[in-house]
């Protein structure tokens, strides 16, 4: 059943019904009730995340999957270990969530992503690409450990096996053998095209037990035989390679099975039974539809990944006045950035981890093919070819999220920084990110380069700030970051120049007495509306890594308290390097910190998310209200 049309009223979902009040009940349902089960559930999620937002085709392309998976195994006790996460909404439907779905993502509500302590069906909490393979791997050595008959299942995508994580897997469990299935979810079309009904016949008798034993009745009976058996080998490894993209599987020791059809359900709960009942590690490959069931989605994977909320068509009203057109999006300031300074220096190059879209690449990638990198679900690559690159005379600018740079921390340190290697980092995505919860969050960055010799840092307040800061970025001759947040800028004048700003030196955009509010990044505006009910002075330091001390020098002189702010983790960040930096000096001032203290920021709105964290002006006039109590106690004291 296909929608051209998101539906604006809840769904008649009979069986959907059944099995939302006893998730177990799918075990018992008929296969023409399973089909049924899947169309219900189909057109729930269309209404449901059309109403809420959130992640969108991914859901829809495995409805067929997750319901064979909970229809044939025993689960929660049989484990599920989803990849990335963003395909878990029919997963949490059909396991006793379906009333919270209207909370996805919100405040309080149900996260985007699989999260174990929101349900026990959740067996592991995902967020980032190619994991589930190691943690499916570690449940069944468990339960082997532990001598408990568990069957333990991963789902991964073809975009996520291309992690180099997921390969250290692969090979490992080939090694152990661990009882376990892994599902590769083939959705691009990029690893294999041989499907069809030949595939599917030969995938159907692989998953035999007939097969497997004949397979290795076979193999005792030839291997001392060797150039019989050696001509069985050929002959089975050459039969597969006709008809399936297996062979890689087979050799790092897995039992590889498919293509098959993703959405054929009758036939994909008949190959998993089949599965379910054979030792060692086994690879079902199914070819799956991105966005299924919505044809626009189908059309538009990419377009269609995830969904804002979509708010009911109000009647056209006459505008008075023409709207104000909105400030770009960081991650567009830092796309035309690039463009800019592609066109002037033919040195430069761009890569990307899979993120185009996201990064603000599109342009870049459509004007500048030849310098342009998409390197895939490969963070720690992204990083050692930037370092290869700047080795032999290309600028690379690496454009990241902060939160998937940490994959690539080792060679950041290792292979960028020590070598004093002449790269760019781009990094979308710093502080808080909002609905996206705490495994997005890049509320780490500054804390995990500060510490890195020859790294340089900065941190725009503003968009125009940004674009000028990456220039100084780029043409600095050695490693550099540029961090900088999800969503628009504050809609200041954006400069088309690349005159850069000066390395290391910050400036003072208002001029008060008593307190000093010392900001590092995006927080400001909430540091200016502080500043004006103190009559603090407040400065935009726009570096992390060098520190403006001269600027911070002055400020110490003539203020009695110094409060730093930033969207990032309190211990060891930009704060942290003030109070060394007079720590070491022997400065006497007090100092004190707005920044997200130690813990994880959970899911929801972007400013809700700040307020959560204490990154307001009011949480700025509450830290300063201490010091200028003691202040003006002291003032009163002296004058008596």
């Not at 009040?21 to 023409?32: G, M, Q, R």
């Not at 290792?414 to 997005?440: K, Y």
């Not at 400069?495 to 007495?513: A, M, T």
């Amino acid at each position: 059943m296909n929608f051209d049309q998101l539906p604006t009223e809840v769904p008649h979902t009979p069986v959907l019904d059944r099995v939302d009040v006893t998730p177990e009940a799918i075990s018992s349902l008929t296969s023409d009730e399973l089909v049924q089960l899947a169309n219900e559930l189909r057109e729930f999620l269309l209404y449901s995340v059309s109403t809420t937002g959130g992640h969108f085709g991914a859901g829809l392309g495995v409805v067929e999957l997750t319901i064979a998976l909970h229809h044939v195994f025993n689960t929660p006790d049989d484990r599920i270990v989803w990849d990335v996460g963003h395909q878990c909404y029919p997963h949490k439907v059909l396991t006793g969530r379906r009333g919270r779905m209207p909370s996805m993502r919100q405040k309080g509500g149900l996260s985007g992503f699989p999260k174990r302590s929101e349900s026990e069906f959740d067996t592991f909490g995902v967020g980032h690409s190619s994991t589930s393979i190691s943690a499916a791997m570690g449940m069944a050595l468990a339960a082997r450990q532990q001598g408990i008959d568990r069957k333990v299942v991963a789902v991964i995508g073809d975009g996520a096996i291309t992690g180099g994580m997921a390969f250290e897997a692969l090979a490992h469990a080939g090694h152990e053998r661990p009882n376990m299935l892994l599902i590769l979810n083939d959705n691009q079309m990029s690893i294999g095209h041989n499907t069809g009904g030949l595939a599917s016949y030969f995938a159907r008798i692989w998953a035999t037990q007939t097969y497997l034993t004949l397979r290795e009745t076979s193999k005792k009976l030839l291997e001392h035989v060797k150039p019989a058996w050696d001509l069985a080998k050929r002959t089975e490894e050459h039969m597969k390679g006709m008809v399936a993209p297996g062979t890689l599987f087979e050799e790092l020791g897995w039992h590889y099975i498919g293509p098959l059809d993703g959405h054929d359900l009758p036939s994909l709960v008949e190959v998993l039974k089949r599965v379910s009942s054979l030792s060692g590690p086994q690879i079902l490959h199914i070819r799956t539809i991105k966005g299924k069931g919505f044809t626009p989605a189908e059309e538009d994977p990419i377009g269609y990944h995830a969904l804002g909320k979509i708010e009911p068509k109000k009647e056209k009203v006459e505008e008075a006045v023409t709207p104000a057109p909105k400030p770009p999006k960081y991650q567009d300031v830092f796309g035309q950035w690039l463009c800019d300074t592609a066109e002037i220096d033919s040195r430069l190059a761009g890569i990307t981890p899979a993120m185009c879209e996201g990064s603000g690449m599109v342009n870049f990638a459509k004007q500048y093919p030849d310098r342009y990198f998409d390197v895939a679900i490969a963070e720690q690559h992204a990083v050692t070819l930037a370092a290869g690159m700047a080795c032999d005379g290309v600028k690379p600018v690496v454009a990241i999220y902060s939160t998937f740079l940490q994959r690539g921390y080792d060679q950041l340190i290792h292979d960028v920084a020590l070598q004093n290697l002449d790269v760019t980092f781009a990094i979308d995505r710093a502080g808080l990110v909002g609905q996206d919860g705490a495994t997005h969050h890049g509320a780490f960055d500054l804390r995990y380069m500060r510490c890195i010799p020859n790294l340089i840092i900065a941190a725009p307040s503003n968009e125009n700030d940004c674009r000028q800061l990456l220039v100084s970025a780029y043409n600095h001759p050695g490693p550099s970051a540029v961090r900088y947040p999800r969503g628009e800028g504050i809609g200041v004048r954006m400069e088309p120049e690349l005159n850069g700003l000066e390395i290391g030196k910050g400036e003072i955009v208002r001029q008060g007495s008593g307190t000093a509010i010392v900001n590092f990044g995006v927080m400001l505006t909430e540091a200016l509306k502080a500043g004006d009910a103190l009559d603090a002075t407040v400065a935009d330091m726009r570096w992390v890594k060098p520190l403006d001390t001269a600027l911070l020098d002055a400020l110490a002189a003539s203020h009695d308290v110094l409060i730093t702010v930033e969207e990032n983790a309190l211990a060891g960040g930009a704060g942290s390097a003030v109070s060394e930096y007079f720590s070491e000096c022997g400065v006497n001032c007090e100092v004190r910190h707005i920044a997200i203290d130690d813990r994880f920021i959970d899911h929801a709105g972007q400013g809700e998310t700040r307020t959560d964290a204490g990154l307001t002006a009011e949480d700025i006039l509450n830290k300063a209200s201490p010091a200028s109590a003691r202040l003006r106690a002291q003032t009163a004291a002296v004058a008596l």
